[in-house]
């Protein structure tokens, strides 16, 4: 199993953000979103979400069968979303999936994930 995931990251710890305000995450993971922000921690320690956020918030998550269904379905879902509009200095894993955080965006994840 395979699930595309939405969290709000808030609060901001690392070096640089530009501009500095909540930001969405659309990823895909096995198993669920708990699994990938453990494994992202595992292996990116001090880049890690946990690391440079104080705040995460799990929006949703939708499961799929195969991971091919649950990528196409994530691409889709950030064409939606727009295009990356932030700066992050660190070097973080997935940052071409990080938005700034609008109503906009908030509602087309509800809908997605919903």
Known sequence: MYVVYALRLGEYVGRSLTPSRALLKVGVSVHDVWYRLDAN???EGKNSYRALFKKI????QKKFETKEQAEAYEQE?????G???????EQVKGVT????????????????LS
């Not at 918030?57 to 949703?60: P, Q």
């Not at 999936?97 to 509800?110: S, Y």
């Open 41 to 43: 921690e595992r292996f």
């Open 57 to 60: 918030e799990v929006l949703g």
């Open 77 to 81: 879902l950030l064409q939606v979303l």
């Open 83 to 89: 295009k990356k509009d932030l700066s992050i200095a």
């Open 97 to 112: 999936e990080l938005r700034q955080e609008t109503p906009d965006r908030l509602t087309a994840l509800q809908t997605y």
